[in-house]
């Protein structure tokens, strides 16, 4: 658990981090958001102490991190930036090994740690452990990114625009990457985007900052359907925000009894799939299926169409 309390950071007479309050629950992700200016890099920089608050308290596991000397501190805490950060003159084993190897784990301990890795994320260790950063495309070293920053097995993962400079495509499979991760090693993981369509898709909870000052803090179906203030709803957008609501649910949650023809739809589709589907194959029901492939129901556009209109309701 990750406790922020009070936190400002000044510099002169601006506070760029001005009395911020919230609790990161473990294992979960929290997407910090706004604006650019907004203060959500500088507040991240303060868990790990590469920028030290002016005031306020931020406790780990309920102990203060200015108990711990800074760089014993980021050893404990995994870092990934924007642009990766890889160093271009080691190998992509060394440099997922670094934290390992400064740590003094063995060697064999390390080996295996990065060979566990690179498989997790698709990557070859005979193939990609040798190579350089410059031999990689965008999306592997963002993948050689992620891996360097959870290689010394950190509780905290600290995320600073990580998948910024990656196209629509590679940063949709690294968002899913990044979300199967999570869930297999139960990191709590904190992120910072501009990108609110990023954070409802990721966050377990959202912050939303704007000029130093936390907004909002909330879990995204809160956020789409109460935005707290005027910011909050121009961030969130007004013309898509039920459809994004849609996709934070899935379509076992929206099954009724019946019967419809056609291709079913799984029960684990998110309910923006499901209407997708049926409006682009001008059905007005769908057959949901369960793994196994026995079918569970149906899905209506009716249905579908009065649970987007909640938000307005």
Do not use: C
């Not at 501190?73 to 080691?90: M, V």
């Not at 070293?141 to 891996?147: D, F, I, L, Y």
């Not at 968002?175 to 369509?197: N, P, S, W, Y």
């Not at 026995?294 to 209109?309: E, M, P, Q, S, Y």
Request: glycine share 8%.
């Amino acid at each position: 658990m990750i406790e922020i309390e009070h936190i400002t950071k000044r510099y002169g007479d601006i506070a760029v981090v001005d009395d911020v309050s919230f609790v990161v629950e473990p294992h979960t992700v929290t997407v910090i958001v706004g604006t650019s200016g907004s203060g959500k890099t500088t507040l991240l920089r303060m868990i790990n102490r590469l920028v030290e608050p002016t005031s306020g308290t931020i406790r780990l596991d309920g102990e203060d991190n200015r108990s711990v000397p800074g760089h014993e501190l980021r050893r404990r805490i995994g870092y990934a930036i924007q642009g990766h950060g890889l160093f271009p003159h080691r190998t992509v084993a060394q440099n997922i090994a670094t934290v390992p190897v400064l740590l003094g784990w063995d060697e064999a301990r390390i080996d295996a740690r990065v060979d566990e890795l690179l498989t997790l994320y698709q990557l070859d260790p005979a193939q990609f452990g040798p190579r350089y950063p410059h031999e990689l495309s965008g999306g592997q070293q963002q993948r050689v990114g992620v891996a360097r920053a959870l290689a010394a097995e950190p509780n905290v993962l600290l995320m600073d625009e990580p998948f910024g400079a990656l196209d629509p495509v590679i940063r949709a499979k690294a968002q899913e990457d990044l979300l199967a991760i999570q869930k297999r090693f139960g990191t709590t993981i904190i992120l910072v985007t501009h990108d609110m369509e990023e954070a409802i898709h990721l966050g377990d909870r959202i912050a939303v900052m704007d000029e130093g000052k936390l907004i909002q803090y909330a879990a995204p179906a809160e956020i789409l359907a109460k935005p707290a203030t005027g910011f909050v709803e121009t961030l969130i957008g007004t013309g898509d925000r039920p459809f994004r609501l849609l996709s934070l649910e899935t379509v076992e949650d929206a099954i009724e009894p019946g019967k419809a023809t056609g291709n079913a739809i799984p029960a684990t589709a998110t309910q923006r799939d499901a209407l997708a589907e049926l409006l682009w194959s001008g059905r007005r029901a769908l057959p949901v299926a369960a793994g196994d492939g026995a079918i569970l129901g149906r899905v209506t556009i009716d249905a579908l169409v009065k649970r987007a209109a909640r938000p307005a309701a």
